[in-house]
Every structure is written in C-alpha cells, then in structure tokens.
C-alpha cells in the first residue's frame, strides 16, 4: 500500500540519520513523507532540522510557511 511504502521510506531515512545525525537532505525527506501522512508537526520538526544543518536546503523554507 501507498501508506506502508511512505513507513518503509520514512524508515530508510532514519536509519540514514543514525549513520549521519547532520544529513539535512534525511531530514528534509522525512519532512515530505510526515507531511504526505498528514504528520505535519513531525514533518516541520523535520524540516526546521534540515534548515538548521543546511540553510541552504530553501525548499524547506517553503513548507514552513
């Protein structure tokens, strides 16, 4: 399903980010998969995470507003 594949993805960034804590590009996509699950709290702590390691990550910007 649609849903099972969004965990599994959400899974393989985390994992990501247990490798690397500072991968902000981890942080932005679990932003975007939380987001599609309508987590949106957890995708904008997410997001706020990459804009912090990456300011240069500005898509993230985008979804904050």
């Known amino acids: 399903t649609h849903q099972g594949n969004l965990e599994e993805a959400i899974t393989s960034y985390?994992?990501?980010l247990k490798l690397e804590p500072g991968h902000g590009?981890?942080?932005y996509n679990i932003g975007l998969l939380q987001y599609a699950q309508g987590n949106l709290s957890q995708g904008m702590i997410h997001f706020q995470q990459a804009i912090?390691?990456?300011p240069q990550v500005s898509d993230a910007y985008i979804w904050l507003k």
């Open 14 to 16: 985390q994992k990501v």
């Open 52 to 54: 912090q390691i990456s």
């Open 25 to 27: 590009d981890a942080h």
